[in-house]
């Protein structure tokens, strides 16, 4: 059964600072891994999305790397901003399963 | 071009009532998924519906139902309402099941 789990839970840093954030998951044999940000009580924006294939991927101030072997994925958010503040899942899918597994997120504080 | 919708926004209900929650999918996809997030929590897969018939299920009771109509829109339907069941409903659409999947804003359920 695949686990997704997202360290750390929660992280508060001063604007402009660089940040990582975890992804790690049990079951290597993943098809894509997706991104996604979630402001309070609302829904899931699609981020970066990295198919099982690639390396990578970036998005102006964010990239996503993704080691399938490991079974890791960090977010690097560059020069981060206030309105970066909110929570950031990741979530894999598994080549012949049409699900998204997600992990429990991680809470973005960015302090002007 | 018009993203994934939802509604209602609110919902409140009791124990013991019947509810339908409803999803418009993103222009050209043919794919719906549903995702039940409790407060503190990741999305938890519920099922996903694909040219009109269920196409893969989480583990949830058949109190949980389904349809999607020829135009790919789709309902949830939750049967004898639990005070757990009170939680983010979300609603995925994609282009197939193994699409990207593009997030509605969610439909908040509080039985109370």
């Known amino acids: 059964k695949q686990e997704v789990t997202q360290i750390p839970a929660a992280l508060s840093v001063p604007e402009g600072e660089n940040l990582v954030l975890n992804c790690s998951f049990t079951d290597s044999a993943i098809y894509n891994l997706q991104w996604f940000r979630q402001d309070p009580g609302k829904g899931l924006t699609s981020l970066l999305l990295?198919?099982?294939?690639?390396r990578e991927q970036t998005s102006g101030r964010l990239n996503a790397s993704l080691d399938k072997s490991s079974g890791r994925s960090t977010l690097y958010i560059a020069a981060s901003q206030p309105g970066d503040s909110a929570t950031y899942l990741c979530a894999v899918s598994q080549g012949g399963s049409e699900k998204l597994v997600f992990g429990k997120g991680t809470k973005l504080t960015v302090n002007p | 071009e018009t993203g994934v919708t939802q509604s209602p926004t609110h919902l409140i209900k009791t124990r013991g009532q019947q509810v339908t929650l409803r999803c418009s999918s993103q222009s050209g996809h043919n794919t719906v998924s549903w995702y039940q997030q409790a407060l503190g929590q990741g999305p938890q897969f519920i099922f996903q519906y694909y040219r009109e018939e269920e196409n893969g299920r989480g583990n949830f009771p058949p109190r949980f139902s389904g349809l999607q109509f020829p135009n790919y829109s789709s309902e949830l339907n939750v049967n004898a309402l639990e005070l757990n069941d009170s939680a983010l409903y979300l609603c995925a659409s994609s282009n197939g099941p193994l699409g990207a999947q593009y997030f509605g804003p969610g439909t908040r359920l509080l039985v109370l």
């Open positions: 990295i198919q099982s294939s690639q």
